[in-house]
């Protein structure tokens, strides 16, 4: 037993379990035949958790059942079947939505996801998706705002029963086709469900850069404006206005004016400088009175020399004067605001609730006394300019001067510790001569000991060898003498033997 549902996203067929929950599956059934469920959208999706639907009022409040077409409003709910128990332990799980009171009208989900036991014994499981899988997943995958409602509309477009066991009631009114969907059910404020929502559609990729740009530059913008750095997130820079780098430091907003005017008249040009020192930051503004000599000087001065460098010119992005005009233009509508309501009583005289109300700016001849109240209003206000306005140049002359003691004493600052670390290097440059002084003596005392010990070295090798030599004269002498003295034994022996003879 089997009910294919067609949805905006594909189909769904959903097995039902008729011998286990046999009332949720007859009543599921009959809504089916009766097209009850057509244009029903999925008002509740909830990622890898469950998707619902089943509600035609489409806000998650309504629905009813099958027996109250046929027995009235005391059946518009029925009892839910507990037993046999079946859990939601699968994805593509079908189930009655409980309406907090234990009953069931004709709203149902399907899981997407596994094991989700707290939902056992609560809601009625009767059936499970057998095919369209993919379909159900994508319907898990819709973006939802934060109340779970899909931004685009997912509607069941059609209901066909594949099988039905039941018979059909008496008194059930089976429609011969199927309904055309009303205005209500079509108008939920949200993008339709056959709308097409890309964009990019039939544009080639050069449009759809632009447009991706052309949205980073509002979201930019917006950004800007919110934390203050532009006035209006459609404020657009003056197209009258070049803006002038790569300059020479030399080069002044007297040259630039004199070298640019021939394209036109300029009602301003000023090369930036650094607030302290004064010197040129190297690039410059020019603002012409008509946007066709800025083009033309914009086309011709690009890459030009001037004063031996290449200058580069655009077109300004700074909307640095607009913001000031806008803050200007905010400050006295505050003025204005705060100076209350211009109009005067004409009669002090008349009794309280008699007043005559006119304003001051409608009267066609005001009297003598009025113009002078008006002008002493003028010469106060005018004051009260004056004095704010010297009350800030106080406040940035002060301010100037606080950065310039700031900046003196930072220098001072690192004077005395450029001073110290310079002291602290000669110190340890005085230390490590000491050290290598130190060093060379101990090498000097050791080679004289080293020159002592080999000319001690050396006399007692030459001790030695005048020992040797006068051992060896000693040894020869005595073997001289020796010599001798046999020579004279001999000699005598034979002088004896010789008088032996005679």
Known sequence: MAVLLETTLGDIVIDLYIEERPRCCLNFLKLCKIKYYNYCIFHSVQRNFMVQTGDPTSTGKGGESMFSTLYGDQAKYFEMENSPRIKHKKIGTVSMVNNGSNMHGSQFFFTTAENINYLDGVHTVFGEVSEGMDVLMKVNEAFVDKDNRPYQDIRINHTVILDDPFDDPSGLEVPDRSPEPTKEQLDTGRIGAD???????GKTMDQVDEMIKSKEAKARAQILEMVGDLPDAEIKPPDDVLFVCKLNPVTTSEDLETIFSRFGTINSCEVIRDQKTGDSLCYAFIEFEKEENCEEAYFKMDNVLI????????????????K??????????????????????KDRTAKQGNYDLVFDEDEDEPSHKHKKKKEKRNETEESDYRKSKDKHKRKRHRDDSDDEDRYTERRRKEDEMGRDRKKNRDREKDSERDRDRERDRDRGRNREGDRGRDRERERERDRDKRKDRD??????????????????????????????YR
């Open 471 to 500: 051992r060896d004269y000693d040894r020869d002498r005595d073997r001289d003498y020796d010599r001798d003295r046999g020579r004279d034994k001999y000699s005598s022996r034979d002088r004896d033997r010789k008088k032996d």
């Open 195 to 201: 709308e097409e929502i890309d964009d990019t559609k």
């Open 324 to 345: 000031q005009k806008y803050n200007l233009g905010n400050t006295k509508a505050a003025m204005d605001k705060n100076r209350g309501p211009g109009y005067i009583v």
């Open 307 to 322: 004063d031996d460098r290449r200058i580069h010119v655009d077109f300004s992005q700074s909307v640095a004067k607009l």
